[in-house]
């Protein structure tokens, strides 16, 4: 579980920066949703500050960003890797690879509600 520090709103969440209003852990379980006719595990983004966003990179760690989430969007999760920690230095090392028609890109755990590995790991197969 990844709990979360204030940081000044405009900087960017899991691009490299920290941002979230108050101390929360995304606890919240995921769910399995409808994508393109598979089941995919499903997760919506939760703890980023108004005014920010939680970016989504080329593989799993803070090098570039790809494209912009906000709180409440749901990310449909293809597969887990390890890498870099969050970016709140939780050490949260687990990362998804998105599972969606417009964004390839990986996210980390911390900022979706998956709640636990042992809650997702059944669900979500490690990439290859």
Same mark, same amino acid.
């Given at each position: 579980m990844c709990r979360r520090a204030a940081a000044p709103a405009g900087t960017l969440a899991v691009a490299g !920066? !920290? +941002?979230c209003v108050t101390a929360s852990p995304a606890s919240a379980a995921g769910w399995g949703c409808d994508h393109d006719g598979h089941t +995919? #595990? *499903?997760a919506s983004v939760t703890g980023i500050s108004s005014g920010s966003y939680l970016a989504s990179h080329n593989g799993p760690s803070y090098a570039s960003g790809t494209r912009q989430y906000h709180n409440g969007?749901? %990310? %449909?999760l293809a *597969? #887990?890797?390890t890498g870099d &920690? @969050? !970016?709140d230095g939780h050490r @949260? $090392?687990?990362w998804f690879a998105l599972d969606s028609d417009s964004d390839s890109g990986y996210i980390n755990d911390c900022y979706v =509600? =998956? &709640?636990s590995p042992s809650q #997702?790991? $059944?669900h979500v197969p490690r990439c290859h």
């Open positions: !920066a !920290a +941002v +995919v #595990w *499903c969007d749901t %990310m %449909m *597969c #887990w890797t &920690g @969050d !970016a @949260d $090392p687990y =509600t =998956t &709640g #997702w790991q $059944p």
